[in-house]
C-alpha cells in the first residue's frame, strides 16, 4: 500500500519503464540509499522464479516499493541523477543480460535501457525521463505540492 506514514515517513512505488536490465532495479535501489534518498527498498517482480532461476529472468516491468523519511523531492532528484547516470554509461547501451520488454522501445539517443520511471503515491503518478522538458518540470512540481506534508 502506497501512503503516508504517520510517523511522516512515506511510502511510493517506482516502475522503471523501457527495456530494463536485470541489475537496473537493484542498481536504482542502492542509489536511493547512498543518497539518503530511502530507508527501505523492496523490489516487487511480475512472478516468482522457477526454483534455479534468477528473478532477474523475469522482469518486463521492474517495480520497487520505496520508503523514505526525507523529502519526495530527494527520491525525484535521486531518480534523475540515476537515468542520466543511465544514459552516460557505456554499460548503459548493453543489452546483454538484459530482460526485454519486447516493444522495441529504447532511451533518449539511440542507447537502449531504461526510458523513464513513473512515480506512484496511491492513484496519483508521474512519469520522470530524462532529460526533462519544461512540461514535464511543471508536472512534477504540481505532484511534488500534492503529496507534501501541509
Given at each position: 500500500?502506497v ?24 542498481a ?5 540509499f ?85 512515480v ?10 530524462q ?17 507534501s506534508p501541509?
Amino acid at each position: 500500500m502506497v501512503e503516508r506514514k504517520p510517523d511522516g515517513r512515506f511510502a511510493c512505488e517506482l516502475v522503471i519503464n523501457g527495456d530494463v536490465r536485470a541489475d537496473a532495479p537493484a542498481a536504482l535501489g542502492r542509489k536511493l540509499f547512498e543518497e539518503g534518498a530511502a530507508s527501505e527498498v523492496v523490489p516487487v517482480y511480475v512472478a516468482q522464479p522457477a526454483p534455479g532461476r534468477r528473478a532477474g529472468d523475469l522482469v518486463e516491468v521492474a517495480t520497487l516499493v520505496v520508503t523514505s523519511a526525507g523529502t519526495l523531492v530527494a527520491v525525484i532528484d535521486t531518480i534523475r541523477g540515476w537515468l542520466t547516470g543511465q544514459r552516460n554509461s557505456p554499460s548503459g547501451s548493453s543489452t546483454s543480460g538484459s530482460a526485454s520488454s519486447g516493444n522495441g522501445t529504447g532511451a533518449a539517443g539511440g542507447t537502449g535501457g531504461v526510458t523513464s520511471i513513473t512515480v506512484i503515491m496511491g492513484d496519483d503518478r508521474v512519469e520522470i525521463i530524462q532529460p526533462s522538458t519544461a512540461a514535464e518540470e511543471r508536472l512534477v512540481e504540481a505532484f511534488v505540492r500534492r503529496h507534501s506534508p501541509s
